[in-house]
């Protein structure tokens, strides 16, 4: 992905991660935390958060074109990158308490749910507009 | 240059005439251009090579070299890539990303290549990826 590319990527991709934090934070807070409450400095952290694990898309930088497999690969290291990122700005700033095993599955799990959710509604339309170009690429040099 | 265009009367043979004091070397192009009947003109090495756009499968910059890849052979333009783009404008060939020019009429099928970009694969099981920021040309030309 050229710079160019990769900027897009990561302005599109800031406000995909702060709906997806916002949306796993109260989802969290709901199952282990219903009497929690929000400070101004909490929305600031969020989108702090959310800047810092978009910078984890400097994986994906490449002057070259990549191909499909050198994707995959780097998407391989981008996760654990962002898992490390998010667990230790949640520990941090006391978002979960990293001694207690199920707030750190809890809040694991949400966080692969959406990111799960966001590559699965990205494959499906990518694979719904590559079967469309298939037809119009078929029917245009059919003869 | 002035460029004249008269009509024919009935019967008479389409021409092209050329009035000049000297051939210059702007003539020479454009001669070379009307001779080749828009074939491109390639290297292999010493040879040269005239060379049908319909033979070509892609077009790629590599190390700011222009290669043409055809189904058995790779040939070097002396051209750049924005040339030929102008060149190959209104054919079948399409700027897939900032380095290649892909023939469409030798894709075989595509498909998706993570963060919306497509890999096409072609007749000569070559694969070219289709970057991002060219997905929107390839739609309008395919009319989706």
Not at chain 1, 66 to 78: P, S
Not at chain 2, 45 to 56: A, S
Not at chain 2, 127 to 140: N, P, T
Request: net charge positive; charged share 25%; with cysteine.
């Amino acid at each position: 992905m050229n710079a160019e590319e990769l900027l897009k990527t990561m302005f599109r991709s800031f406000f995909v991660i702060t709906t997806g934090a916002l949306t796993s934070m109260f989802v969290f807070c709901l199952i282990l935390y219903p009497e929690a409450r929000f400070t101004l400095h909490d929305i600031g952290r969020i989108l702090l958060m959310a800047a810092f694990t978009d910078l984890a898309f400097l994986i994906f930088y490449s002057g070259k074109e990549l191909g499909k497999k050198q994707m995959y690969l780097r998407q391989a290291v981008h996760l654990p990158v962002l898992l490390a990122i998010v667990l230790y700005l949640a520990g941090r700033w006391d978002w979960v308490n990293l001694n207690r095993v199920n707030e750190v599955f809890v809040f694991l799990s949400l966080f692969l749910v959406v990111y799960a959710v966001v590559c699965a509604i990205t494959a499906y339309q990518d694979k719904k507009l590559a079967d469309r170009l298939n037809r119009s690429l078929r029917e245009r040099y059919r003869s | 240059m002035k460029i004249v265009i008269e009509e024919l009367q009935d019967g008479e043979e389409e021409r092209i005439i050329i009035k000049c004091r000297e051939m210059s070397d702007e003539l020479l192009r454009v001669l070379a251009l009307l001779k080749s009947q828009g074939a491109l003109i390639a290297y292999d090495g010493n040879e040269i090579h005239r060379i049908q756009p319909k033979e070509i499968y892609y077009i790629e910059v590599v190390d700011n070299r222009t290669f043409l890849y055809c189904a058995d052979k790779v040939l070097e333009s002396k051209q750049k890539l924005y040339e030929l783009e102008s060149c190959l404008f209104n054919s079948d060939f399409l700027r897939v990303s900032k380095s290649v020019l892909l023939n469409l009429s030798k894709i075989k099928s595509m498909s998706p290549a993570l963060n919306g970009r497509f890999e096409a694969t072609l007749g000569n099981h070559e694969k070219v990826i289709i970057s991002r920021q060219y997905v929107r040309d390839l739609k309008k030309i395919l009319g989706i």
